[in-house]
């Protein structure tokens, strides 16, 4: 079975902090997503990448950047997190042309 | 850009019974793929049923059911025989070329199983 990880459940930040959030999948895939899902606007994709050292912007990327020095792990950052990102965020690994299997998400909270 | 509807932000049904959620979708693309997500109160996203736009059979698994109609866009979920574990938000999702490039969502639908 995939396994798709994430750092934390939960997050609370301050407004300003800078905000690491962590991805991790064991099955090798090349391509990697974070998304953002807020109640009554589904999921929005950040950015994803297609392999190491590689990163494209999503639908939604103003406020965030993301690293991938490894291919099994994907970060997404909040340079200056800000109330406006208090959100729930969820991972995803695939390989080409088959299913995104996501990780069990990360709500964060930004006071 | 594609986007994906889903009309229908809550749907309830009796225990044992069957319903349909329904999704639209638009795109100028021909080379695709679908999806249903399913995502319970524990938050986690699973897979219940995607379809290749290039084939016409209709995807099944087991109890789920897709109805892909392809000139109208559309592409409903059928479950059957509705049981209590069947209730969760239902995302249904487009990806062009197989969802390299992520997945666009609907806005979800909730989905009430009364007993």
């Known amino acids: 079975d995939v396994k798709v990880t994430q750092s934390s459940r939960y997050l609370v930040k301050r407004t300003g902090e800078k905000v690491f959030l962590e991805c991790v999948q064991d099955?090798?895939?090349?391509?990697m997503f974070w998304y953002r899902q807020d109640p009554g606007l589904g999921l929005r994709l950040i950015y994803f990448?297609?392999?190491?050292?590689?990163?494209e912007k999503g639908d939604i990327p103003e406020g965030y950047s993301v690293s991938r020095e490894k291919k099994e792990r994907f970060s997404l950052i909040l340079e200056s997190a800000s109330t406006n990102q208090t959100s729930m965020y969820l991972c995803?690994?695939?390989?080409?042309?088959?299913?995104?299997?996501f990780g069990p998400g990360t709500r964060l909270l930004v006071l | 850009a594609q986007t994906v509807t889903q009309s229908q932000p809550e749907m309830s049904v009796q225990e044992a019974e069957t319903v349909t959620l329904s999704c639209t979708y638009d795109?100028?693309?021909?080379?695709?793929?679908l999806f249903w997500y399913k995502q319970p109160p524990s938050r986690q996203m699973i897979l219940v049923i995607r379809?290749?736009?290039?084939?016409?059979q209709n995807a099944t698994e087991n109890r789920f059911s897709v109805n892909f109609q392809k000139a109208a866009k559309s592409f409903s979920l059928k479950i059957s025989d509705s049981q209590l574990g069947d209730a969760a938000m239902y995302f249904c999702?487009?990806?062009?070329?197989?969802?390299?490039?992520?997945?666009?969502f609907g806005k979800g639908t909730h989905l009430i199983i009364q007993p």
């Open positions: 379809q290749e736009a290039y084939k016409q």
């Open positions: 990448s297609y392999d190491v050292k590689m990163k």
């Open positions: 795109t100028s693309e021909s080379d695709y793929y």
């Open positions: 999702a487009y990806g062009s070329g197989g969802g390299a490039d992520g997945l666009t």
């Open positions: 995803a690994s695939m390989e080409f042309q088959e299913t995104q299997y």
């Open positions: 099955m090798d895939h090349e391509n």
